[in-house]
């Protein structure tokens, strides 16, 4: 079975352009999850799904910062404009329901640089 | 909120030797996940050991066992006969809905 997939695995931008970030979680998971990683703040949780629906969204930094999963198989984090505070490796990962393993599988990341 | 503690920074272990993580949590919660991952260079979130909270029994996964003391909100990894390839950053989760990290340890393995 395919993992989670992420794209891209690197982008560079320019201070206030638009960055999308896209997750494809593993087939028949019903959990989502979007973290950021930096080394002054470690792993972030920015916004979980259950069953598609945004749970718990406090860990977005501000209004910059949007995600949707339109379905169960993609899910978007967008930030628009970016700013180079929002450089980071950003983290996607699924996981079944809690009756199950309760183990988050993760992405590759995709490593953000804004200039 | 809950909070995932991880007070060393760094750590450094002899190749063959064996090691101690640390971790505590604060939960109010009595049914909760907690999890061990590993991050190599490549940034990849690795699976090292679950425990689930309802059971008293400490999991072991090979050279990998854990020390849960769940009245006192422990959660250590100990990595026995320590190898090369065990070097990398060690992340202490904890997990009812959502999954919270600690800070992380960075362990290097001296040959």
């Known amino acids: 079975d395919a993992g989670v997939i992420q794209s891209p695995r690197h982008e560079v931008t320019e201070m206030g352009q638009e960055v999308t970030l896209r997750c494809k979680p593993i087939s028949g998971h019903d959990y989502l999850f979007w973290y950021r990683q930096t080394m002054m703040r470690g792993l972030e949780l920015l916004i979980y799904f259950n069953n598609n629906v945004p749970i718990d969204d406090s860990g977005m930094p501000e209004d910059r910062f949007s995600a949707k999963m339109p379905n169960a198989s993609f899910s978007t984090l967008k930030i628009q404009p970016s700013e180079p505070r929002d450089s980071a490796v950003y983290f996607c990962?699924?996981?079944?329901?809690?009756?199950?393993?309760?183990?988050?599988?993760f992405g590759e990341g995709s490593r953000l640089t804004v200039l | 909120a809950q909070t995932v503690t991880q007070s060393q920074p760094e750590m450094s272990v002899q190749e063959a030797e064996t090691v101690t993580l640390s971790c505590t949590y604060d939960t109010s919660e009595s049914d909760y996940y907690l999890f061990w991952y590993k991050q190599p260079p490549s940034r990849q979130m690795i699976l090292v050991i679950r425990?689930?909270?309802?059971?008293?029994q400490n999991a072991t996964e090979n050279r990998f066992s854990v020390n849960f003391q769940k009245a006192a909100k422990s959660f250590s990894l100990k990595i026995s006969d320590s190898q090369l390839g065990d070097a990398a950053m060690y992340f202490c989760a904890y997990r009812t809905n959502d999954m919270r990290f600690g800070a992380g340890t960075r362990l290097t393995v001296k040959p």
């Open positions: 425990q689930e909270a309802y059971k008293q």
């Open positions: 990962a699924s996981s079944r329901g809690l009756t199950n393993t309760g183990e988050l599988f």
